[in-house]
């Protein structure tokens, strides 16, 4: 007897601020907004590694800042959704929850690559 193993990939819904990224290009021009933009998504992923490290090595505080670091750059480039998540997991280090912790952690690093692959797809589309 044999079985098959399925393994279903949760995509997320990523919401992106569009009058945040108007914004940025109208007081920044086309040009230097969509290099921003460029330059935040590739931050946002060194902090996230940085929160990944920090949660294996069990330094809530630290993933607790990086967390909130995370969520305020986010807020900055209009990635809604990704730092809504990254508050909530800012939240459950608060509370030292490790089973919403893991959960919530999953879903930011699924929202992550979801969000960073937006962002500068919005910048390369909305720079034509």
């Known amino acids: ?13 990523v ?5 945040r990224i108007t ?12 290099e ?5 998504a590739f931050h946002l992923a060194d ?8 949660r294996a090595a069990r330094n809530l505080d630290e993933a607790r800042v990086c967390a909130s670091r995370i969520a305020a750059m986010g ?10 998540v990254a508050r909530d997991l800012e939240a459950c280090l608060a509370l030292g929850d490790p089973a919403a912790e ?3 952690g999953a879903r930011l690093d699924r929202l992550g690559e979801e969000s960073f692959a937006s962002l500068v797809a919005y910048a390369e589309q909305s720079a034509l």
């Open 23 to 34: 914004l940025l290009r109208r007081s920044l021009g086309d040009q230097r907004a969509r």
């Open 75 to 84: 807020e900055q480039v209009g990635l809604v959704s990704f730092a809504r």
């Open 15 to 19: 919401v992106l601020d569009a009058a």
């Open 36 to 40: 921003i933009l460029e330059e935040t």
């Open 47 to 54: 902090r996230l590694a940085m929160l990944a490290a920090a």
């Open 102 to 104: 893991g959960a919530v």
């Open 1 to 13: 007897m044999s079985a098959q193993v399925y393994q279903w990939r949760k995509r997320e819904a």
